[in-house]
């Protein structure tokens, strides 16, 4: 039944939550800004703003669309997926995609432009990371600002995707 139902369901219920997904990668998008504009002022980076920003604003935005629509678009049309798995594997992806992924790519990024123009002294051998961390270990707390947020639109987005999914395969199911 299900099959049949997905046959019926046509091309229209496929992009009922298109906006909240995109929405979802622009919320990504300005959390890469965001943590990139923290690194590079804890990093005082003042080179090369263009070449880091494109980076850390397209690459969560694709990530997110991407990682959303294989994990929880496709998971819904094929019938494999309950409500709370829904909702958590979205919650997941504006965690991961939406502010771990930017936040360490603006990191690394910009931890290669402050060693590369000499910005910050560089730290003992080995100890590279953990010199980084401990220089921007205050910013560093204005990124759960995007992480309360991307998790609560994450709940939000899962529950609306799911309940259009529901209401569609509904009427699909009354038409029969």
């Given at each position: 039944?299900?099959?049949?139902?997905r046959s019926r369901l046509g091309k229209r219920p496929r992009t009922l939550n298109v906006y909240g997904t995109v929405f979802f990668g622009t919320a990504a998008s300005f959390s890469g800004m965001l943590a990139n504009f923290i690194f590079r002022h804890c990093f005082k980076v003042k080179h090369d703003a263009l070449k880091t920003y494109a980076s850390v604003t397209a690459l969560p935005f694709l990530s997110t669309i991407v990682a959303y629509k294989f994990l929880v678009t496709d998971a819904l049309?094929?019938?494999?997926i309950s409500r709370e798995n829904c909702v958590l594997r979205s919650s997941l992806i504006g965690i991961v995609c939406g502010v771990l992924y930017p936040t360490?790519?603006?990191?690394s990024k910009t931890g290669r432009l402050a060693v590369k123009y000499h910005t910050v002294p560089l730290p003992p051998k080995g100890r590279v990371l953990l010199y980084w961390f401990l220089l921007c270990?205050?910013?560093?707390k204005a990124m759960m600002i995007p992480?309360?947020?991307q998790t609560a639109f994450g709940i939000f987005n899962g529950l609306r995707h799911y309940e259009i999914f529901e209401?569609?395969?509904e009427k699909t199911v009354h038409d029969d």
């Open positions: 039944m299900q099959v049949c139902c049309y094929l019938g494999n360490g790519l603006a990191f270990q205050t910013e560093i992480l309360v947020f209401s569609t395969l």
